[in-house]
T-cell receptor
Framework: GNSVTQMEGPVTLSEEAFLTINCTYT??????LFWYVQYPGEGLQLLLK?????DKGSNKGFEATYRKETTSFHLEKGSVQVSDSAVYFC??????????????FGQGTTLQVKP | DVKVTQSSRYLVKRTGEKVFLECVQD?????MFWYRQDPGLGLRLIYF???????EKGDIPEGYSVSREKKERFSLILESASTNQTSMYLC??????????????FGPGTRLLVL
């Protein structure tokens, strides 16, 4: 079945450091891929997404590229801020779920940025 | 602005009680979802609904039921609460139209403690 695997956390970085959070997936066909972020005490919100191979999603300085050949969608940011401290979830939606929008989530990666 | 609201942020219930969690969205979305979030497990889908009075089981429906009598409201019911249902519960909604890569919009979550 379809699945998403994220790197284990927590990840602790100093402000202005480079961030990578790895995400790989297993799916048949061509899923859509997402990164959601959950700030402390809040629900999840969409950070970025990509719907086909080689697409790059970007938002708030974060980027992720849909790599079909390596089944990956790694999240990167060049210079993190304390305000980026949150839990990050990678997710996929397969083509069979295109009407319902059902998502399969990874386990989440906690990022803590220290000043 | 898109909004998904949940009836309570925190709930404390006793084992065996019947528990109702309410979710309301104001975006006229067809699809609504209930997840539970547990550390190290990410988000797991309990139930989802793709239309009024329509529902489908997710990955972990045991011990839960749902109700969708109106398009904007989706209720999660714990028929007889147990301690292993202590968790964070998240509601989300998404539209049906618009092709792949639909965004899910999340509520702030309800943290339930069953004693």
């Amino acid at each position: 079945g379809n699945s998403v695997t994220q790197m284990e956390g927590p990840v602790t970085l100093s402000e202005e450091a480079f961030l990578t959070i790895n995400c790989t997936y297993t799916a048949t066909g061509y899923p859509s891929l997402f990164w959601y972020v959950q700030y402390p005490g809040e629900g999840l919100q969409l950070l970025l997404k990509a719907t086909k191979a080689d697409d790059k999603g970007s938002n708030k300085g974060f980027e992720a590229t849909y790599r079909k050949e390596t089944t990956s969608f790694h999240l990167e940011k060049g210079s993190v801020q304390v305000s980026d401290s949150a839990v990050y979830f990678c997710a996929l939606s397969d083509r069979g779920s295109s009407n319902t929008g059902k998502l399969i989530f990874g386990q989440g990666t906690t990022l803590q940025v220290k000043p | 602005d898109v909004k998904v609201t949940q009836s309570s942020r925190y709930l404390v219930k006793r084992t065996g009680e019947k528990v109702f969690l309410e979710c309301v969205q104001d975006m006229d979305h067809e699809n609504m979802f209930w997840y539970r979030q547990d550390p190290g497990l990410g988000l797991r889908l309990i139930y989802f609904s793709y239309d009024v009075k329509m529902k489908e089981k997710g990955d972990i429906p045991e011990g839960y039921s749902v109700s969708r009598e109106k398009k904007e409201r989706f209720s999660l019911i714990l028929e007889s609460a147990s301690t292993n249902q202590t968790s964070m519960y998240l509601c989300a909604s998404s539209e049906t139209s618009g092709g792949p890569g639909k965004t899910q919009y999340f509520g702030p979550g309800t943290r339930l403690l069953v004693l």
